[in-house]
């Protein structure tokens, strides 16, 4: 029964992949999708924790800095391990022809992108509240990319997201009592 259901899912899974990616998306909705999605590439987090840590010397920023470093050690390795184990074939390889984005690995199965997007949002979020809409735009933005670009089914992105919010919620609950 279990095996049943997510067939089913699976299936529905695809099928919302399909109305998403398609040869029919204007051409500004693909360009947009490549650069946000090249925005969750790995470059900006590192800016973003750099400049936290070494150009202020409030215990808040440092916080924070230590946060997004604490949330991408939780992250990372369940990222590696989910993708080995789940090992889901990435849609760009098995449902449909011309990804827009070569991808970097194997497996779709969580977004990594997804992942670091809402790792980064969610810490964010906790510590600059008043920006909280931003944020959950941009990460949600980075997560659709993925899905628009065809590298990664809907749930990949929300499997993702869910991770990486979790691990920030818990990287600045370790950090904070310290």
């Known amino acids: 029964m279990a095996n049943n259901i997510l067939t089913k899912l699976a299936k529905v899974d695809e099928q919302l992949f399909l109305s998403v990616f398609n040869d029919a998306s204007p051409i500004w909705l ?4 490549l650069g946000l999605s090249k925005s969750g590439d790995g470059g900006l987090y590192v800016v973003l924790f750099l400049g936290f840590w070494w150009f ?4 808040h920023f440092q ?6 470093l604490v949330g991408f050690a939780i992250e990372r390795p369940i990222y590696f391990l989910a993708k080995k184990r789940i ?3 990435r849609p760009c390889d098995c449902l449909v022809q011309g990804a827009y984005l070569v991808p970097s690995d194997q497996f779709s199965l969580p977004s990594g992108h997804s992942a670091g997007a ?6 964010l979020t906790m510590y600059f509240p008043e920006f909280a809409v931003l944020w959950l735009i941009w990460a ?3 997560a659709a990319s993925r899905v628009v670009i065809g590298v990664h089914y809907p749930a990949d992105v929300v499997i993702g997201a869910v991770m990486g919010s979790s691990c920030a919620v818990l990287a600045v609950m370790v950090v904070e009592s310290i």
């Open 30 to 33: 693909r360009r947009s999708a």
């Open 56 to 59: 202020t010397e409030q215990l």
């Open 87 to 89: 090992a889901r074939v």
């Open 140 to 142: 949600s933005g980075v």
């Open 63 to 68: 916080q924070l800095a230590m946060s997004i």
């Open 118 to 123: 809402f790792v980064v949002a969610t810490i």
